[in-house]
C-alpha cells in the first residue's frame, strides 16, 4: 500500500485533468490488448474488435508496453496530458534526459529482460523514436481514436461530477470516492502498490487524471522533481454502463452522428456541438471534427448564438465550451442502437 501524506497546501493544489491523455491511453491500452486477464468481459468485445485489426507490424509495441500493464508501464509515455496524441509524443521526446534515465533504470529493474531496442529508445536513439511514432499513431488510430469523442464525453460528465461533490461534500466526497481500493483519511490517501511506502507531498499537490484504458489505480511522480505534482490516474470507467456508452457511440467514420442530433443542427454542427463536450480551443476543435478552422470557428458562432456553446478569451486564443443548454441536448440524445456482434 502507498500512503500519500497532503499538507494544507497540497490539499488546495488538487487539480482533475480536463480529459485523458492519448498517449497514456494508447499505452495502457496496449497491455489491455495481449490479456484477458484484467477488465474482464467490459473490454472484450473492443479487445476482440482490436486484435483484428493488428499487423504483424505492430506487435513491437507489446515488446515497449507488456501485458503486466502498469506494473511494468514504461512512465515516459504516462507523464504528458496533451490533447492530441501528436502533441503528447512531442512532448514526451523532449523530456529530460533526466526522467528518460530513471525511467530505464526502473526498466532494466522491472524487466531485465527487456529487448535492447526498448533500452536505447530510452536512450535517445532516433530511428527507434521514429520507428515507435509511426507504430503508435498506426495503432491509436484504430483502437483508440474510434471512441475519443465519446470518451471525452464521459470524462466530461466525470469530471462535473466530481466538482459536485467537492462542493457538496469537501475533498472527502472528492478523494473518498476515486475507487474502491483507494481510502482517504485526512490527510493520507492510501492507493494499491506492490511495495508498502509512505510519499509525503510537501506541497506539490496532486492531479487526478481519469483513465479510461486501465482499470486500476495508477501513482506517478515525476522524476523532473518535487516541485511536480504527483499523478494520479484513476478508473473513469467503474461499470457495464460506462463501456457500453463508449463502445456503442464509436466515432467511426462510416458511422452517422445520432440522427436526432443531426436533424436538428446538422452533421457537421452536431459533430461540433459533441466535439465541445471537452472545452477546446478553435485549431483542437477544428482538429477534432476535421474541418479548417475557420469552418470550425463559423460553426462554433452558429452554435453559440443558439446558446449551446460560449467562447472566452484564454490567452492569445479561445476557449469554447458547452452552456448548460448544450450539455442538456447531448445528454438527452437517443442513444444509438448497439450492435449486435462484437460490443459487449
Same mark, same amino acid.
Given at each position: 500500500m502507498?500512503r500519500?501524506?497532503?499538507?494544507h497546501d497540497?490539499?488546495?493544489?488538487?487539480r482533475?485533468?480536463?480529459?485523458?491523455?492519448?498517449?497514456?491511453?494508447?499505452?495502457?491500452?496496449?497491455?489491455?490488448?495481449?490479456t484477458? *486477464?484484467? %477488465?474482464g468481459?467490459? $473490454?472484450? /468485445?473492443w479487445?476482440?474488435?482490436?486484435?483484428?485489426?493488428?499487423? &504483424?507490424? +505492430?506487435? #513491437?509495441?507489446?515488446?515497449?508496453?507488456?501485458?503486466?500493464?502498469?506494473?511494468?508501464?514504461?512512465?515516459?509515455?504516462l507523464h504528458?496530458?496533451?490533447?492530441?496524441?501528436?502533441?503528447?509524443?512531442?512532448?514526451t521526446?523532449?523530456?529530460?534526459?533526466?526522467?528518460?534515465?530513471?525511467?530505464?533504470?526502473?526498466l532494466?529493474?522491472?524487466r531485465?529482460?527487456?529487448?535492447?531496442?526498448?533500452?536505447?529508445?530510452h536512450?535517445?536513439d532516433?530511428?527507434?523514436?521514429?520507428?515507435?511514432?509511426?507504430?503508435?499513431?498506426?495503432?491509436?488510430?484504430?483502437?483508440v481514436?474510434?471512441y475519443?469523442?465519446?470518451?471525452l464525453?464521459?470524462?466530461?460528465t466525470?469530471?462535473?461530477?466530481?466538482?459536485?461533490?467537492?462542493v *457538496?461534500? %469537501?475533498?472527502?466526497? $472528492?478523494l /473518498?470516492?476515486?475507487?474502491?481500493d483507494?481510502r482517504?483519511?485526512s &490527510?493520507? +490517501?492510501? #492507493?494499491?502498490c506492490?511495495?508498502?511506502?509512505?510519499?509525503d507531498l510537501r506541497?506539490?499537490g496532486?492531479?487526478?487524471?481519469?483513465?479510461?484504458f486501465?482499470?486500476?489505480?495508477?501513482?506517478?511522480?515525476?522524476?523532473?522533481g518535487?516541485?511536480?505534482?504527483v499523478?494520479?490516474?484513476y478508473?473513469?470507467?467503474?461499470d457495464?454502463?460506462?463501456y457500453?456508452?463508449v463502445?456503442?457511440?464509436?466515432?467511426a467514420a462510416?458511422?452517422?452522428?445520432?440522427?436526432?442530433?443531426v436533424?436538428?443542427?446538422g452533421a457537421?454542427?452536431a459533430?461540433t456541438?459533441?466535439?465541445?463536450?471537452?472545452?477546446a480551443?478553435?485549431?483542437e476543435?477544428?482538429r477534432?471534427?476535421?474541418?479548417s478552422?475557420a469552418?470550425?470557428?463559423h460553426?462554433?458562432?452558429?452554435?453559440?448564438?443558439a /446558446?449551446?456553446?460560449t467562447?472566452?478569451?484564454?490567452?492569445p486564443g479561445?476557449r469554447?465550451?458547452l452552456t448548460?443548454?448544450?450539455?442538456?441536448l447531448?445528454?438527452?440524445?437517443?442513444?444509438?442502437?448497439?450492435?449486435t456482434?462484437?460490443?459487449?
Amino acid at each position: 500500500m502507498l500512503r500519500i501524506r497532503f499538507t494544507h497546501d497540497d490539499l488546495t493544489r488538487v487539480r482533475i485533468a480536463r480529459a485523458p491523455d492519448p498517449l497514456a491511453e494508447t499505452v495502457l491500452s496496449l497491455s489491455l490488448v495481449q490479456t484477458r *486477464d484484467v %477488465g474482464g468481459v467490459a $473490454l472484450e /468485445g473492443w479487445r476482440s474488435r482490436t486484435r483484428k485489426r493488428l499487423r &504483424p507490424e +505492430l506487435r #513491437v509495441l507489446f515488446e515497449l508496453a507488456t501485458a503486466a500493464g502498469a506494473t511494468e508501464a514504461p512512465e515516459a509515455f504516462l507523464h504528458v496530458g496533451t490533447g492530441s496524441l501528436a502533441d503528447s509524443l512531442e512532448q514526451t521526446w523532449s523530456l529530460p534526459r533526466q526522467l528518460w534515465a530513471a525511467d530505464l533504470s526502473a526498466l532494466e529493474y522491472l524487466r531485465p529482460t527487456a529487448p535492447r531496442w526498448v533500452r536505447e529508445l530510452h536512450r535517445g536513439d532516433r530511428e527507434w523514436r521514429g520507428l515507435v511514432q509511426r507504430r503508435l499513431r498506426e495503432y491509436h488510430a484504430f483502437a483508440v481514436a474510434p471512441y475519443w469523442s465519446q470518451l471525452l464525453a464521459a470524462t466530461h460528465t466525470e469530471r462535473t461530477g466530481r466538482a459536485m461533490a467537492a462542493v *457538496d461534500t %469537501g475533498l472527502d466526497g $472528492l478523494l /473518498g470516492t476515486l475507487h474502491p481500493d483507494v481510502r482517504w483519511e485526512s &490527510p493520507v +490517501l492510501s #492507493v494499491p502498490c506492490p511495495v508498502d511506502a509512505d510519499l509525503d507531498l510537501r506541497g506539490a499537490g496532486m492531479l487526478l487524471v481519469p483513465t479510461f484504458f486501465w482499470p486500476e489505480p495508477i501513482v506517478l511522480t515525476d522524476n523532473r522533481g518535487p516541485d511536480y505534482p504527483v499523478v494520479l490516474h484513476y478508473p473513469l470507467a467503474r461499470d457495464l454502463a460506462t463501456y457500453r456508452t463508449v463502445w456503442a457511440a464509436a466515432a467511426a467514420a462510416s458511422v452517422e452522428p445520432d440522427g436526432a442530433l443531426v436533424a436538428l443542427l446538422g452533421a457537421t454542427r452536431a459533430r461540433t456541438l459533441r466535439a465541445v463536450a471537452d472545452p477546446a480551443g478553435t485549431a483542437e476543435l477544428a482538429r477534432r471534427i476535421g474541418t479548417s478552422a475557420a469552418t470550425a470557428s463559423h460553426h462554433a458562432t452558429v452554435l453559440r448564438s443558439a /446558446g449551446l456553446l460560449t467562447t472566452e478569451r484564454s490567452g492569445p486564443g479561445v476557449r469554447h465550451a458547452l452552456t448548460p443548454l448544450g450539455q442538456a441536448l447531448l445528454d438527452d440524445r437517443p442513444t444509438p442502437p448497439t450492435p449486435t456482434t462484437g460490443t459487449p
